[in-house]
């Protein structure tokens, strides 16, 4: 019999530690599919960050190094420096890259360092039990907004993939989302790309993911999805915000 | 090898690119400023990688991510900084990797002044970060024992795999002194196999790591963390007596207090006081037997101990005697230092007192 689909060679056998409908394995799936198709599992080095991404290092099967809460990029930064023909990627979820990493991420994006982020966005603190993130919508219920996100008190959510995108030194933001089959294929189109594009040299790379949390909002798997798109996509649009591929040779 | 003039920040520099030293990640803060500027200047010459970090807290997690890759990596700063560092310096110790860290230190607390003290010695040996670990501290007290002690430095990092501190302060940084460039003895040193330089499909993924979520195999780490304090604690304990032979009077000082002390037992002597001076060179493991040894040889009447603070490193000074020595204290805080002539009072004082 033909193998027509298999656990990607990027994985472990380790079993997983998300909650049921959770996306974080999905994700997961991409990036290892990603670099098992670009044949780089052996020459990339991936770092963990903290929050449900914390245990990236026993699932992905490249070499792995875990970074304290928000440092990823500054970790990551020091890895590449030291085997620039090694991939290097970041998994990160918004409270690390978009909260307490954000000075990290903005100067590895500023040096143009060639890195890919991978940057799940769930619009909540997942591991901690669902307490507001900076992407958390306006209104939007979290243990530490528990009547909503309210503008006056805490701000409109940050939008990272746009913010990132306007740095000279970032050649590639995109945000995709992972909510149905059509979406995960363009997601992993997107991860791709970006590690095709730091291998090229081309700098700094970012893959934004609208993710769900069906633990922490509240939701059944399915109910998850529909909220993604309905409520999480109209403030966080998907697209390609940064396409700097080209920027190495026009800086030569 | 002929003599050479340089200034301490250079030197501690220079010294750790001839100890192979190639990655260096820092920020700049006075009175510190030049080693950075040291490496941007020279790291190139050698096939080095100097960045300038956001922040003291990347330069530290960049310092990690190149440890953890199997690189010689090195960062610096003054007391501010080094307290941004902390939370890196705790992964980094849990993660069991070698690095160096240098602390040229100034007054605190807060942004205190840019001027010469020791009073992060709590922090250094006690451990700014959280958990149960140590850094190795070194405490230089003239540039040319910096130089001789940043080979040691990274030596020690390495067989072990854990942090080491050069402790030094803003006046061994900023003056110029003869340096002879020594060839280092060199040891024994373990492959870095567990460091992450891509599996090249050939082995199982390496992982640095500091997280163990079941209790269990966080306390199993803990012991063996403690086993290899145990270990240095056995082996790299160093320490300079002066003068202590027939000593009645023992000052007990590290780095540039160390000195004054020096020259203020010297003085006592010629005025007919029997002074001698304890140097402790590794703040931890401390040398607390030697220290115990000297001062209770006999002739011993009174320990004076003398600090650029208001009272730290005396803490191990009483560990260290366990009541056997009457001890004093002459210290000062902030960015000023003691006098030969304060220092000569205090040692007199002490004697009076007993």
């Not at chain 1, 030291?82 to 990290?104: K, N, R, S």
């Not at chain 1, 990132?164 to 997601?187: N, Q």
């Not at chain 2, 050069?166 to 110029?176: E, N, R, T, W, Y």
């Not at chain 2, 003895?185 to 997280?211: F, V, Y």
Request: hydrophobic letters at 40%.
């Amino acid at each position: 019999m033909a193998i027509v689909y298999q656990r990607s060679k990027g994985l472990t056998d380790a079993e997983q530690h998300f909650c049921p409908g959770c996306t974080h394995g999905v994700v997961h799936k991409l990036v290892a599919e990603a670099l098992e198709e670009l044949d780089i599992i052996g020459s990339t080095i991936g770092v963990a960050s903290v929050g449900c991404s914390a245990f990236a290092y026993n699932y992905f099967a490249c070499d792995m190094q875990q970074a304290a809460h928000g440092r990823a990029p500054a970790v990551a930064t020091g890895i590449k420096r030291v085997h620039p023909d090694c991939a290097v990627f970041t998994y990160q979820g918004d409270g690390d890259l978009a909260a307490i990493g954000t000075a990290e991420i903005v100067h590895a994006a500023m040096r143009g360092e060639k890195i890919t982020a991978i940057f799940v966005n769930n619009a909540i603190y997942g591991m901690t039990g669902g307490q507001m993130a900076p992407t958390t919508l306006l209104g939007q219920k979290a243990t530490t907004a528990p009547q909503g996100r309210n503008k006056e008190q805490h701000g409109s959510p940050i939008r990272m993939a746009e913010m990132l995108s306007t740095i000279d030194g970032c050649a590639y933001a995109e945000r995709v989302m992972v909510a149905d089959p059509a979406s995960i294929v363009k997601a992993k189109r997107a991860i791709k790309k970006a590690f095709e594009l730091q291998l090229a040299g081309a700098g700094f790379t970012i893959v934004e993911l609208l993710s769900t949390c069906p633990t922490n909002w509240g939701l059944t798997p399915v109910e998850a999805t529909h909220w993604l798109k309905e409520n999480l996509v109209p403030y966080f649009p998907l697209g390609v915000f940064a396409d700097r591929a080209e920027q190495k040779e026009e800086t030569r | 090898m002929a003599k050479e003039l340089w200034k301490g920040n250079e030197a501690v520099a220079e010294a750790a690119i001839r100890a192979g030293c190639r990655y260096f990640f820092g920020y700049p803060i006075t009175p510190q400023n030049e080693i950075p500027e040291y490496f941007a200047r020279h790291m190139p010459e050698h096939g080095g990688v100097f960045v300038q970090a956001e922040s003291e807290v990347a330069a530290i997690n960049m310092t990690y991510g190149a440890a953890g890759s199997g690189a010689r990596v090195m960062t610096s700063s003054s007391s501010p900084g080094i307290s941004l560092k902390q939370e890196g310096i705790t992964y980094i110790a849990g993660a069991e990797l070698p690095v160096v860290i240098v602390n040229m230190m100034r007054g605190g607390p807060g942004l205190g002044s840019i001027a010469p003290a020791q009073s992060d010695y709590f922090q250094a040996t006690r451990g700014g970060g959280n958990g149960d670990y140590r850094t190795v501290v070194l405490a230089p007290a003239t540039i040319q024992e910096m130089t001789d002690l940043t080979q040691e430095a990274f030596d020690i990092a390495d067989l072990y795999r854990i942090p080491v501190l050069i402790l030094a302060d803003g006046m061994i940084g900023q003056m110029m002194e003869a340096v002879e460039w020594k060839k280092p003895k060199p040891r024994k040193l373990p492959r870095k196999d567990w460091a992450t330089s891509g599996t090249k499909n050939a082995r199982e993924h390496n992982i640095i790591n500091s997280l163990f979520i079941d209790p269990k195999d966080c306390t199993e780490h803990n012991k063996k963390l403690q086993q290899k304090h145990d270990r240095i604690t056995q082996n790299e304990i160093r320490f300079e007596e002066t003068m202590v032979d027939d000593a009645e009077v023992l000052f007990v000082a590290y780095g540039t207090t160390a000195r004054i002390c020096q020259a203020a037992a010297q003085k006592l002597r010629e005025a007919g006081v029997k002074a001698g001076v304890f140097r402790p060179i590794s703040l931890w493991p401390y040398p607390e037997q030697a220290l115990y040894a000297c001062a209770n040889r006999g002739s011993v009447k009174a320990v004076v101990c003398a600090e650029m603070s208001m009272g730290q490193m005396i803490d191990d000074v009483k560990i260290s005697l366990s009541g056997t020595k009457p001890i004093s204290f002459f210290g000062t805080g902030g960015g000023t230092f003691p006098t030969p002539t304060e220092l000569m009072q205090a040692a007199q004082d002490a004697l009076k007192g007993v």
